[in-house]
């Protein structure tokens, strides 16, 4: 519903709105809450697992089994489908635990004057033109127009993205969901509910839509190809059928069972165990993964877009350097903690710089269990740290006896404690009051601010005569003729390990630019510090960016770039601009300024400890511990991943040409050869013996340097996966198959053109059958690695291969000795002549696997697994 620009006039602010006038208007704006968030129902979801482009061409598949009179594999072919489905479904709803609801950010109750009087309401109740009570540490519960404010500052960080807190005055506007810091204020809503710039933003998030992942326009690339041979296959045997005379209905139901075993029916399952295979090894390193196919985009990875405050940084001022008249004393500790290195002439003289600086302050730092932590301004908190590190005790509070609060035209706020008045602010608000020395700090401010140190001085004054007076007069008499005590530089230190981490990823061929809403001349102070910083420099601010997107795209298309005071929907063109250049783009963030461009990009990375609700709901990764390093872990985890999925995908593929030759060499001989296997044994083979292979696959460790590489820009299926599995480990399969079974048939005495004996083919069967699943055993170990032999690798290094081929050669048994197992699959176990030859799939494969290897060219090769 509309709502006036600004606060209506209902009548003083003193008095507020009178109960009747709040109730029509809540009546006419509604109630002051943010509109939820559009979800997807858990079943709709679970429809999506069973209905996406693969799944469908599983039911396809299930659908021509039911019509060729295969309802056995029909049904198989189902069960697939739905406990993959079921699986995935409970995979991607474990991982929404970490998203909280949006309505979270406001507070429950608000201090409001109606009638008079000053009442507790729930924030729903608030309507435009309410008289709302604010004081330190409260959440504001709508916008609001400031009419009185006492030294107010307020935290809008999650808004903005900038760190440090604003300072507010009378007629200023604060924002719904930020925080009062410092002070207290009175002020009339401008408007509550959808209306906010809270709910605009978050409107924004909702309205985006994440792209399709790299994995899902690779898989239905995969599928599509697939499906379209196994079509093509299909109907090239039942022209085939027709010819060698065999009835139409009968080649149509043949076609059709060709064309079923062609689907590799284990590789929706394998896929999706091993995405959560990679997002449970994640979680064990403090990155959730919220969407599992963000597991393999992740290794594709090629910009991330850092936000600054929390992610690069540590969110905790921290004051790092004290100048007096002695020298410069430097300040070396770890959070909050009191205690910490301290070096430089003059510490006795800086902590005098500390305490008075304390004593013009309200924030201070509380040991929360075994934690500090600051409570109110976090510079505030700052100088009482430093303080203590400079004391080596707990200072004394002392209270004042008259305060004039900081304000954004004076900058600076002062005290009066005893007969002493302290002050401290902005250099060149303070510097001006003093006499003498205070002219010698002039160029050690100069010196700070060029290291991207937030400044502030700090003056003193005893108080003449009777203190009676001087606590009635002006703040201009109060202040006049301060002693110049110090200057006090404060930073939000980088996060430990941090430049090592950015190293990492440039070595991994990523690229990283800091998109952030803090001031430029501090962005790009961190951004030196860290080593994040580009050559040639490059430091814009959100309103130099071309409205052109190729333009710009060519602007921010290069490493260590850095872009200050973005708006969330500057951050979104960021995102989508690189994205138009052919990036992958990973975008961090942890206020509700960056929902939008989280769920913009590839991949959205959310802060888990700092972050806000909305930030964790739009993304796609969640840092539970708010590590930068931690998504460099993760990127290699996806890489993992994503050669885990080549390496099942060759496995699997290898089968299929095993599988398929038996009908290309019964077409040739125009249906003179017999069948080798079935379309029940294809079944048995790709989602009986080799599932469990390929899911020790999908499990595969990262390899050793698989962040000393760019990102892979590859196919899952290109021409070096097809040559290896059509030219070399298929064919050496399907070969050792073929005489497997041959020697059985011939040796039994068949003839070609003569009626085979049913017990004889069925022996010969179960003799490919064997070759087929012997070989595949052979070919999970060759998989592990394109270009590493298995023996170099280690035997032992899978322990879930060990594991998953050992069930493998405990199915085979099944299949084969299990009567009414054989006797469904249509084989019996094999004589020892074929039995001898299928077991030579084994050295066969790791020959052909060794030769093909040895063949790479080394620069091709090198040590890579994958």
């Known amino acids: 519903m509309t709502q006036p620009a600004g606060p209506p006039a209902p009548g003083p602010v003193a008095a507020g709105l009178s109960s009747q006038r709040a109730a029509a208007l809540l009546r006419e704006t509604g109630p002051n809450v943010l509109p939820a968030a559009k979800t ?65 950010l406001l507070p429950a109750d608000v201090s409001v004057r109606r009638d008079g009087r000053l009442l ?123 010819l060698v005379g065999i009835p139409w209905r009968d080649a149509f139901l043949f076609a059709i069972g060709v064309a079923v075993a062609l689907i590799p029916e284990g590789l929706l399952p394998t896929v999706t165990l091993s995405l959560a295979m990679g997002a449970q090894r994640m979680a064990a390193r403090n990155a959730l993964v919220r969407n599992l196919e963000a597991v393999e985009t992740l290794g594709s990875t090629t910009f991330i877009c850092t936000d600054k405050t929390g992610t690069l940084t540590q969110n905790r001022m921290n004051a ?85 609060a900081f304000d954004p035209r004076r900058r600076r706020e002062s005290v009066i404690v005893g007969t002493t008045v302290f002050v401290k602010g902005a250099p060149e608000s303070v510097l001006p009051l003093c006499s003498g020395s205070a002219a010698a700090a002039a160029e050690e401010v100069e010196a700070m601010a060029s290291r991207g140190l937030r400044i502030m001085a700090v003056a003193a004054r005893t108080l003449p005569g009777e203190l009676q007076r001087w606590l009635g007069s002006p703040v201009a008499e109060v202040e006049d003729g301060l002693e110049f005590l110090g200057l006090i530089a404060l930073h939000d230190p980088p996060r430990p390990d941090v430049a090592e981490v950015i190293k990492t990823a440039r070595g991994a061929g990523i690229r990283v630019g800091m998109i952030t809403g803090d ?59 690189l994205q138009s250049r052919g990036h992958v783009v990973a975008m961090t963030g942890d206020g509700v300024n960056d929902g939008p461009a989280l769920q913009e990009a590839d991949i959205g990375v959310a802060m888990g400890l700092s972050g806000t609700d909305v930030a964790r709901e739009a993304a796609d990764l969640v840092l539970l511990d708010d590590h930068f390093a931690t998504i460099v872990a993760a990127i ?13 995908l060759t496995y699997h593929l290898t089968d299929n040409v095993a599988e398929l030759t038996p009908f290309v060499i019964w077409a040739l001989s125009g249906g003179q050869f017999p069948l080798a296997l079935g379309v029940l044994q294809i079944l048995a083979l790709d989602i009986g013996t080799d599932l469990l292979p390929a899911l020790a696959l999908g499990g595969e460790a990262p390899s050793k340097g698989v962040l000393r590489r760019p990102p892979e ?30 020697t059985v048939l011939f040796g039994g005495g ?51 291969l060990l594991g998953a081929v050992l069930a493998e050669l405990g199915a085979l048994a099944v299949c084969l000795y299990v009567t009414p197992v054989s006797s469904a699959l249509g084989h019996l176990p094999p004589p020892l002549q074929g039995f001898a030859v299928a077991t030579l799939a084994v050295p066969a494969v790791f020959a052909a696997d060794w030769i093909y290897k040895r063949t790479l060219r080394p620069g091709k090769a090198g040590s890579r697994r994958t």
Not at 53 to 64: E, P, R, V
Not at 560 to 568: A, E, F, H, N, T
Not at 636 to 648: D, K, L
Request: with cysteine.
């Open 120 to 242: 507790r309401v729930h924030t729903s109740g608030l309507v435009p033109g309410d008289a709302v009570v604010l004081t330190a540490g409260d959440r504001v519960p709508a916008d609001v127009v400031l009419a009185n404010a006492s030294g107010c500052a307020v935290d809008e960080s999650m808004l903005t993205g900038e760190s440090e807190a604003v300072a507010k005055s009378s007629g200023d506007s604060a924002w719904g969901g930020t925080f009062l810091v410092n002070g207290e204020a009175d002020g009339v809503v401008s408007r509550t509910g959808g209306n906010t710039r809270l709910a605009g933003i978050a409107a924004l998030t909702s309205g985006t839509e994440s792209p399709p992942t790299p994995l899902a326009l690779e898989l239905r690339r995969i599928v599509r190809l697939i499906a379209a041979v196994a079509l093509a296959v299909a109907g090239f045997f039942f022209l085939v059928s027709l």
């Open 519 to 577: 001031h430029p001349a501090t962005a790009a102070a961190i951004a030196r510090e860290i080593g994040l910083m580009g050559s040639p420099e490059t430091v814009l601010e959100g309103f130099q960016l071309p409205e052109d997107e190729q333009i710009l795209g060519a602007l921010l298309d290069r490493d260590g770039i850095v872009v200050s005071r973005v708006s969330p929907e500057q951050k979104l063109r960021v995102a989508r601009a």
């Open 40 to 104: 997807v129902s858990r079943w709709r979801k679970l429809l999506g697992e069973l209905t996406h482009f693969f799944a469908l061409m599983l039911w396809c598949a299930a659908a021509l089994a039911f019509i060729a009179g295969m309802p056995e594999l029909g049904v198989a072919v189902i069960l697939v489908v739905i406990v993959n489905g079921i699986f995935a479904h409970v995979q991607q709803e474990r991982a929404q635990h970490a998203a909280a609801k949006l309505r979270g």
């Open 713 to 742: 820009r590859r196919h899952l299926m290109d021409r070096a996966l097809m040559f290896r599995v059509f030219c070399i480990l298929g064919p050496v399969e399907a070969a050792v198959a073929m005489a497997a079974f041959s």
């Open 750 to 800: 068949w003839a070609r053109g003569e009626p085979h004996d049913g017990g004889l083919l069925m022996a010969a069967s179960g003799a490919a059958f064997t070759a087929v699943v012997l070989g595949q055993l052979a070919n999970a170990f060759a998989c592990r690695s394109a270009s590493v032999p298995p023996w170099r690798l280690g035997w032992l290094s899978n322990r879930l």
């Open 636 to 648: 290699e985890q996806g890489r993992a991943t994503y050669s885990n999925i080549r390496r099942f």
């Open 320 to 404: 790092v350097e004290v100048f007096t008249t002695d020298g410069l004393v430097k300040i070396t500790g770890e959070g909050y903690q009191p205690v910490a290195d301290v070096a430089g002439p003059g510490i006795p003289a800086a902590a005098r710089v500390a305490l008075a600086a304390r004593a013009a302050s309200q924030g201070r730092v509380m040991l929360r269990g075994d934690e500090w932590r600051a409570e109110g301004d976090p510079m505030e908190a700052a100088i009482d740290v430093l303080s203590r590190r400079l004391s080596g005790s707990e200072p004394d509070d002392e209270q004042p006896l008259r305060r004039f």
